[in-house]
Nanobody
Framework: VQLQASGGGLVQPGGSLELSCAAS????????IGWFRRAPGKAREGVAC????????YFLDSVKDRFTISRDNAKKTVNLQMTGLKPEDTATYYC?????????????????WGQGTQVTVSS
């Protein structure tokens, strides 16, 4: 099982980025996949998750109107489109698989993790 997160970078406040999580080595279409982030000095927190049936769940109220999670099972990718980025969105973003097809709350319930991609929002 491998997850490869990409798409991070430096962006100005109000800007946009799209993160991509590429899955390999397993039937990713059968699993919910989530995006998490860890800011310096803070605990890891869930951002969003998408179930195997493409049902989306947003864990943070602060991103619900700005971030969109989607999946392309043919390409085995899960994307996180981020708009209206704010400095407080600065963090390392990780993708991870849940143990089943349904999104669950809590990083501890996710089994396999990618290496993370850095997002920095700064002017």
């Amino acid at each position: 099982v491998q997850l490869q997160a990409s798409g991070g970078g430096l962006v100005q406040p109000g800007g946009s980025l799209e993160l991509s999580c590429a899955a390999s080595g397993f039937r990713s279409d059968r699993y919910a996949i989530g995006w998490f982030r860890r800011a310096p000095g803070k605990a890891r927190e869930g951002v969003a998750c998408i179930g195997s049936g493409a049902d989306a769940k947003y864990f943070l109220d602060s991103v619900k109107d700005r971030f969109t999670i989607s999946r392309d099972n043919a390409k085995k990718t899960v994307n996180l489109q981020m708009t209206g980025l704010k400095p407080e969105d600065t963090a390392t973003y990780y993708c991870a698989t849940a143990s089943g097809p349904i999104c669950v709350t809590g990083p501890i319930l996710y089994d396999h993790w990618g290496q993370g991609t850095q997002v920095t929002v700064s002017s």
